[in-house]
């Protein structure tokens, strides 16, 4: 692919609305495949840390150890090596560590809140004044919603306790020839407008050395959110040239006619509406008006949808949409009988049974807890809801696997389950732009599944004759195709090239079987 840096391939020039901000449409018409952009990074750096026994490398961003890793001769932030290159280079650390040495202590204790990995980035955006002072425009024209994070918003007050003072304290440290030479301005203000051009504008990448970072493009971030996004983007891990490291590739994945929007989506696809419209109002300040997010059926999955219970003695097998779905306080109305239910109980029912799911799961989810878990909220819930679609996710990649879940019966109740997530999971992303993975174990299982079934004996003990397996073989061998198809942009992440290779082995498996039986395909 050839790539052109900060240079358009597919779109016009941002137009601006009073309801979207700034957005992006087609110059021509696009199809699946076809390159929107790419461009490098203005500045990234590493998430919050998530694992209090292994911090990233502030060069590189592998995995180090907390208590015997080496730490930067400069500044004593925990690093891979003394040797490592992103120590020197001002795109990593070569910069922020005059900053950070400020405050070269070693500490072992409380190393979590002694190094704030999440404050890095917002430092390193302030290091822009100096170390490239266009890249530095470019990042404060971004969006920061600071009308939104005023004194006394959770925003602002998280910003303060964990970045500003933090960050204060360093620079207030430091030597003042160092503090005007590479910090030319700044104050707190400054840092809280970094924060929320971060919050607002920032994309999360998952490196192959098991670390998350976060990244800000200057054309990325004026595409407009959908909940049915017509866009994936991908980023390069690894490169000959280091510039081109985290380099953003965005790719049409449905077809966009000439003047339509470009799009893409922040929140999580297999969320029910309030939940990502919540969400997306809490970390990019603005309200989903999308046609997902307007059409009650959620474009006809029910992935948020209740059963009615019935009012009094009369029993209802109707089930309960939002009367308007764009309305945050809506009633839940029955589509066959009279019954409501408030917006609130809904939430607060959704919520506790989303607490249920998540312990049951973060418990190891055996087979059986998932099974009763199901059927208690299969009380409730329409069998599309986003709850039960987890809970089956989850089912679906044990049975088949474990001894007592063999059966043809237990099969057959996989390949159901499979056909009815893979149904759901391509209406809500056709192009595989957020679902890749969830697609790509549910074509697998659903292979796996087949192909068990039709090595399994008639229940007289005599095997399967070709004509009563070839339909199982075909359909299985679509699934697997499906599959791989499904991950052909996440193999250079670590998660999409893990499961790339599992699949490339059943395919080899499955290929061994068919030469054996010589069954032709």
């Not at 409380?110 to 890249?135: F, I, S, W």
């Not at 440290?173 to 400054?190: C, G, M, Q, T």
């Not at 990244?215 to 049915?228: Q, V």
């Not at 408030?342 to 807890?369: A, C, L, P, R, Y």
């Amino acid at each position: 692919m050839r790539f052109i840096e900060d240079k358009n391939v597919s779109f016009e020039h941002a137009r601006t609305s009073e309801e979207l901000g700034r957005y992006l449409v087609a110059a021509r018409d696009l199809a699946p495949g076809d390159l929107v952009l790419t461009e490098r990074p203005l500045v990234f750096g590493p998430k919050g840390m998530q694992n209090l026994d292994a911090m990233p490398c502030v060069g590189c961003y592998k995995q180090v150890s907390t208590d015997v890793g080496e730490r930067c001769s400069r500044c004593g932030w925990p690093v891979c090596s003394g040797n490592c290159a992103g120590l020197t280079d001002p795109r990593h650390h070569g910069v922020e560590c005059h900053i950070l040495s400020s405050r070269p202590e070693c500490i072992l204790d409380n190393m979590g809140d002694y190094y704030r990995h999440d404050a890095l980035l917002p430092l390193r955006c302030l290091l822009l004044q100096t170390v490239d002072q266009e890249k530095w425009k470019k990042l404060s024209n971004m969006q920061s919603h600071m009308e939104c994070r005023m004194p006394g918003s959770e925003a602002y007050d998280e910003a303060n306790e964990f970045i500003v003072e933090y960050l204060m304290d360093f620079i207030n440290k430091a030597d003042k020839d160092i503090r005007n030479k590479y910090l030319p301005r700044v104050s707190p203000e400054l840092i809280h407008e970094m924060c929320g051009i971060i919050d607002t504008n920032a994309l999360e990448i998952r490196v192959p050395e098991g670390t998350e970072l976060l990244a800000l493009y200057t054309n990325t971030c004026i595409m407009e959110h959908s909940c049915i996004p017509n866009t994936k983007h991908t980023f390069t891990l690894s490169a000959k040239d280091k510039n081109d490291m985290y380099r953003i590739t965005v790719k049409v994945v449905v077809p966009v006619e000439k003047g339509n929007h470009i799009t893409t989506m922040y929140s999580h696809a297999l969320w029910g509406t309030q939940a990502r419209r919540q969400h997306l109002k809490d970390t990019k300040y603005f309200a989903c008006r999308c046609p997902r997010c307007s059409d009650p059926t959620e474009l006809g999955t029910y992935l948020s949808a209740l059963k009615c219970l019935g009012e009094g003695n009369q029993v209802c097998d109707g089930i309960h949409l939002p009367e308007e779905p764009l309305d945050d306080e809506t009633d839940w109305k029955c589509n066959k009988c009279s019954m409501k239910v408030n917006n609130s109980q809904v939430n607060m029912i959704i919520s506790q049974m989303g607490e249920e799911v998540e312990n049951v799961q973060m418990m190891g989810g055996s087979v059986t807890s998932l099974e009763n878990l199901l059927c208690r909220l299969s009380t409730f819930l329409h069998p599309n809801h986003y709850h039960l679609y987890s809970i089956k996710h989850s089912l679906i990649q044990l049975y088949g696997r474990q001894p007592n879940y063999m059966s043809e019966e237990i099969l057959d109740k996989k390949i159901k389950m499979c056909k009815d997530l893979i149904i759901i999971t391509k209406t809500l992303d056709p192009g595989n732009a957020r679902l890749s993975l969830y697609n790509a174990v549910l074509q697998h299982e659903l292979h796996s599944a087949l192909l068990l079934k039709a090595k399994k004996t008639k229940s007289n003990g005599s095997p399967k004759t070709l004509e009563e397996i070839k339909p199982l073989i075909m359909e299985s061998k679509l699934a697997l195709e499906n599959a791989l198809n499904s991950l052909k942009d996440d193999i250079e992440e670590k998660s999409g090239k893990q499961l790339f290779k599992v699949i490339v082995n059943s395919k080899k498996d499955f290929e061994k079987y068919c030469k054996e039986k010589k069954i032709r395909i």
